[in-house]
């Protein structure tokens, strides 16, 4: 059952890197890459239901890995995104997953929430062009970050603006448009 989820994870980074390559990187996601990933979101929470999160010990790294990778693109489905949460923090907790997978999904999710993230790991663009994180305190980020193996935010930022150099597409064109497509979107999608 859990052999297939690599291969999905695969499919779905390939779509991504078709996407970023055609510079549509913030036009929205083509509706062919969103109903591949609730495909994907409905397989993990059919195998999660039958086994329970893949546990290290019992299914190995890349399965937990991708498992994770799956999950955290669940955005289209808030609530089972939520499940594959409480999931993954409870493997967590035993030692049987990543704990920088865990704060990269609960970061994921408050930023879907609009909420401010823990280490700040999912950036937002700014109405005057900066990228920046939604966080609390980027202090308190950048030491958590520092734990869990993330360079800061001030580091992620740049790398993430050299990254979009070397894409097609740079950052959105529209910045107040981007981010009101994904409130927007956010919303329809039931966050």
Request: proline share 4%; glycine share 6%.
């Amino acid at each position: 059952m859990w052999e297939e989820i690599t291969s999905r994870v695969q499919r779905e980074k390939q779509f991504w890197h078709e996407i970023t390559e055609s510079g549509k990187r913030y036009e929205g996601a083509e509706s062919r890459f969103k109903d591949l990933r609730a495909e994907n979101t409905v397989y993990l929470y059919q195998c999660v239901e039958a086994t329970g999160w893949p546990c290290i010990s019992k299914f190995g790294t890349e399965i937990n890995e991708a498992a994770y990778l799956v999950a955290r693109a669940s955005i289209q489905h808030p609530q089972k995104m939520k499940y594959f949460l409480a999931k993954l923090s409870a493997s967590v907790d035993k030692q049987e997953s990543n704990p920088a997978n865990l704060a990269a999904f609960a970061d994921c999710v408050k930023y879907y929430e609009g909420k401010p993230q823990i280490c700040g790991l999912f950036l937002e663009w700014a109405l005057s062009g900066e990228l920046y994180a939604n966080v609390v305190c980027v202090d308190q980020a950048n030491i958590k970050r520092k734990e869990l193996g993330f360079p800061s935010i001030q580091e992620a930022v740049q790398a993430h603006l050299k990254e979009l150099q070397s894409n097609p597409g740079g950052k959105p064109k529209d910045i107040a448009a981007h981010n009101k497509m994904h409130r927007e979107w956010a919303k329809a999608a039931g966050w």
